[in-house]
């Protein structure tokens, strides 16, 4: 069959270059998919997708095989690579979504104020020069911790595929001097299998943002793509000579061929579809399993993604494949176009909106209305900016689109207006983010409150202790005078304390200082009750244990029962230990509270201190985590301390007093007899 096109079809761009242009059917859907995954892991905790920050996985992967096929195809068919309009195309892609998030967010950060402008200069810096996940490696921060988000903590992700960006064009022809297709993807697995033994190894020494955010231990997703790449290049080529190449006769006829579907055909849609269904299926199950600080989630699960995914982008792309086009349907298509913006903003504007609603960061958790809400937020933006700045500028070029802009300035009054709308929000934004950087401060509330703890301990002098008055008790007399109504406690003093905790003691510190001058301190960062036995060892080998032990070691994570048995043991029946419960938006919170209570029922000389139900009713005097108490906190930690030890002293009063009074009365009944 024949048909007639009255004018030949538009060149595409990537035809105009001598370059084979050709869209992918699936990617869409995977992006989708991967973004949707990482989304849901970060707006809906911990109930959805505990392992849904696999989806970045995803992501490398997906990049690493479809640049390496533009790369391949532009060689095929150039015999080189243009590396300049290479790095301009990714530029285009990249740069103006990446710079509008940065300034608007930014500037936000500085209306808001607070812990959500911590390191926001660095951020900023390893954002615009594509080497945030080295900056934050450097800066010790924890991707997986709790401590205080960096607003632009997802941008880690970014650096590592902008890295691989500007690398790869520069490697690949060394790749393309191997004579055999299987010796290059042989080439490009070994070098993943050692980025992944690499991650392995750094994640066993503990370092697991390390393992975690390092190009080098985080290369295997984006390999595993190049791999792929290599190995479907000649399938691909040849499907895409086949499908670009009509038959064209004289007078602007075009040979169209209708051929049913064969059985081969048929069988390829059936196995595609079931190869890409069961993959997507296997990536799904490893996004439900939570997260380990160990090799079998760095790397064994990231690789186990990887590795799906490289198999659903080989079902996705095959030529014939039923896969690819099923996961292609229009809102997979939609959110998969705009997954890039989707995922730049939903991160920053978590942390906004969260400390604009809480005052608190994202770790300390929120509703999932507020979830539902920033995804919303998330969805709208991202799509003003995929169709106000992403795609023109894509379409334009950075020039082209600074010409159009200039046109509207001089065009009519709505497009003056319009074009001079755009400048004065452009200068705002760009104001508000140096803004920003100028007035971050150095440390955030959570750092704050810890290091003045440990300035006050340091600054503490031992001489400052008061000296215990020495115990003097009643001489013996004959006639006994009438015992006093009045119950008088014995007044403890910082001399008769020792104290051992964490870092919410830490914070705390000045205030039990002031409280109890003299008072004897060992608080440090991280710590939990399995340090608690050896220090106690130690204290009670040198003699400087003292009557009262107090102990809050349950923040960190569950209590352990021995090392609570081991720490009661050291401290004798002539001690009293306070266990002081906790308070943190953590899981194991309630679990450690239940634990310390039933084991001070059970053991006479333990005492709960209630820190929890202290600092509970006004959450405000805790710094940005809801963890660490300030000023104010610390006063009301140590207050918690002492009426505890006042509770105590009064009581003990209360039986002395009945005791003598017993003895009182039964002195009198023989005296009374006698007479």
């Known amino acids: 069959m024949t048909s007639r096109t009255t004018t030949p079809a538009p060149l595409r761009e990537a035809d105009r270059r001598g370059v084979p242009g050709r869209r992918y059917a699936g990617l869409d859907g995977l992006r989708a998919i991967a973004v949707s995954l990482v989304v849901a892991y970060h707006l809906f905790p911990p109930s959805v997708f505990p392992g849904g920050f696999i989806g970045v996985d995803v992501f490398f992967v997906i990049s690493g095989f479809l640049i390496t096929t533009l790369l391949l195809r532009e060689h095929a068919a150039t015999g080189g690579i243009r590396l300049g309009a290479f790095w301009i195309r990714r530029a285009r892609r990249l740069l103006p979504a990446l710079a509008l998030v940065v300034t608007v967010c930014a500037t ?16 900023v810096l390893g954002a615009f020069t594509f080497s945030y996940n080295w900056i934050s490696i ?44 299987w010796g290059r993807v042989g080439a490009t697995l070994l070098l993943a299998g050692a980025s992944a033994a690499w991650m392995a190894s750094v994640t066993a020494s503990g370092a697991v943002t390390r393992g975690y955010f390092g190009t080098d231990t985080h290369a295997f997703g984006i390999l595993l793509g ?30 169209v061929t209708l051929v049913r579907d064969t059985t081969a055909q048929l069988r390829t849609r059936r196995v595609t579809g079931a190869i890409g269904t069961v993959a997507l299926i296997g990536l799904f199950v490893v996004a439900f399993v939570p997260a380990t600080p160990t090799a079998t989630t760095f790397p064994g699960m990231l690789v186990a993604a990887s590795l799906l995914s490289a198999v659903a982008i080989a079902a996705s ?14 809102l997979l298509r939609w959110i998969g176009d705009r997954s890039y913006g989707i995922y730049l903003w939903h991160w920053p504007l978590l942390v906004l909106v969260v400390a604009a609603v809480q005052g608190t960061g994202p770790e300390v958790g929120f509703s999932p209305w507020l979830g539902a809400a920033v995804l919303a937020l998330t969805l709208v933006i991202a799509e003003l900016s995929y169709r106000g700045v992403e795609a023109p500028i894509r379409r334009l070029g950075f020039r082209g689109s600074a010409r159009a802009l200039g046109r509207r300035l001089k065009g009519s009054p709505d497009a003056r207006l319009g074009a001079l709308a755009t400048v004065a929000a452009t200068l705002m934004v760009a104001g508000g983010t140096s803004a920003a950087i100028a007035s971050a401060p150095e440390m955030g509330s959570v750092e704050a409150a810890v290091t003045a703890g440990a300035e006050a301990l340091e600054s503490a002098s031992p001489s400052t202790a008061p000296t215990p008055a020495p115990t003097e008790l009643p001489a013996a007399e004959e006639d006994a005078p009438d015992p006093v109504d009045e119950v008088t406690p014995a007044v403890v003093t910082g001399d008769q304390i020792t104290a051992v905790g964490d870092s919410v003691m830490l914070a705390s510190a000045p205030a039990l200082l002031a409280r109890y001058p003299g008072i004897q301190i060992d608080a440090a960062v991280s710590r939990s009750t399995y340090a608690g036995p050896g220090i106690l060892e130690n204290l009670a080998a040198a003699g400087a244990l003292r009557p009262y032990v107090v102990l809050a070691l349950g923040t960190n994570g569950p209590v352990n029962i021995p090392s609570l048995e081991r720490m009661v043991a050291v401290a004798g029946p002539e001690r009293t230990v306070l266990l002081v419960n906790a308070y943190a938006p953590r899981s194991w919170i309630p679990g450690v509270n239940a634990d310390l209570a039933a084991f001070a029922k059970s053991h006479p000389r333990v005492r709960v201190v209630d820190w929890a139900g202290a600092i509970g009713s006004q959450p405000q005097l805790l710094a940005g985590d809801q963890i660490h108490p300030g000023d104010a906190g610390g006063r009301v930690f140590a207050d918690a301390v002492a009426s505890t030890i006042d509770e105590i002293e009064l009581q003990r009063a209360q039986v002395q007093h009945d005791l003598e009074e017993r003895l009182y009365r039964s002195a009198r009944e023989k005296v009374t007899q006698i007479q």
Do not use: H, M
Not at 150 to 167: C, D, G, T
């Open 108 to 123: 936000a950060a500085w209306l808001i104020g607070g812990d959500v402008l911590l390191r926001v200069g660095e951020q």
């Open 138 to 181: 450097a800066g010790n921060a924890d991707y997986f911790g709790l401590a205080a988000p960096e607003l632009f903590r997802n941008f880690w992700s970014l650096a590592v595929e902008e890295q691989f960006y500007v690398i790869w064009p520069l490697v690949l022809p060394l790749f393309l001097l191997i004579p055999r297709t």
């Open 226 to 255: 190049v791999g792929l790449a290599f190995a479907l290049e000649r399938v691909l080529r040849v499907a895409a000579l086949r499908a670009e190449s009509p038959i064209l006769l004289a007078g602007g006829w075009r040979v």
């Open 317 to 330: 792309v095959w030529p014939g494949s039923g896969f690819g086009p099923a996961i292609d349907r229009p």
